[in-house]
């Protein structure tokens, strides 16, 4: 298995542009989450969905942040417009059901100037 | 609210050296229990999991955690640490009625040689 692929790895970019992550989970893992991991704050979970529908968005900082799953194979995390204090890493974890492991991906690093 | 406390921020061992590195949660009922491991500029990686059972868990790379419930504490430990055990570990709980997986700070430990 190839494990949770992530791209891009890395993004710079400039405030004010629309940043867009993707994920792809574990081929029949029905969970699907985002975290963000900080020096500041360490890692704090986005959002998460089960099934494909979002079950809690509780953790996603403001209305610039939005993440969809269209299919059970897919999920993106955008931001729009971008700032610095968004500059983290972005890891996209999924799970067989909710309350089972995560697997997470290597990540996105994220660089807003 | 339910937390995840890890009082150990950063450790520094010496190579053969023992380990144990704390974790306490805050909820009181049925939890999942989980010890991650991030090494420089990778992604998390799952060393051991406790949900139910024998409360000494063993994991990869000769790690194990102790669950003692009365204590609310699930302790990472290895007998003898070796420098490419230098990484960030992080403790993470799912309480029973939840989905959402809450980690501790992190514990940044560090081997010398």
């Known amino acids: 298995d190839a494990g949770v692929i992530q791209s891009p790895r890395h993004e710079v970019t400039e405030m004010g542009q629309e940043v867009t992550l993707r994920c792809k989970p574990i081929s029949g893992h029905n969970s699907l989450f985002w975290y963000r991991q900080t020096m500041m704050r360490g890692l704090e979970l986005l959002i998460y969905f089960n099934n494909n529908v979002p079950i809690d968005d509780s953790g996603m900082p403001e209305d610039r942040f939005s993440a969809k799953m269209p299919n059970a194979s897919f999920s993106t995390l955008k931001i729009q417009p971008s700032e610095p204090r968004d500059s983290a890493v972005y890891f996209c974890?999924?799970?067989?059901?909710?309350?089972?492991?995560?697997?997470f991906g290597p990540g996105t690093r994220l660089l807003v100037l | 609210a339910q937390s995840v406390s890890q009082h150990n921020h950063h450790v520094i061992l010496s190579e053969a050296a023992s380990l144990e590195l704390g974790c306490n949660y805050s909820y009181g009922g049925t939890v999942n229990l989980f010890w991650y491991v991030q090494y420089p500029g990778q992604h998390l990686q799952l060393l051991l999991k406790?949900?139910?059972?024998?409360?000494l868990v063993k994991g990869i790379k000769g790690f194990e955690a102790e669950f003692i419930k009365s204590k609310f504490s699930f302790n990472l430990r290895k007998p003898s640490v070796q420098w490419s055990d230098t990484a960030e570990y992080f403790c993470?709980?799912?309480?029973?009625?939840?989905?959402?997986?809450?980690f501790g700070t992190g514990t940044r430990l560090q081997v010398t040689l």
């Open positions: 406790y949900f139910s059972g024998d409360p």
């Open positions: 974890a999924s799970s067989l059901v909710r309350k089972e492991t995560q697997y």
């Open positions: 993470a709980v799912i309480p029973g009625t939840a989905s959402k997986l809450t």
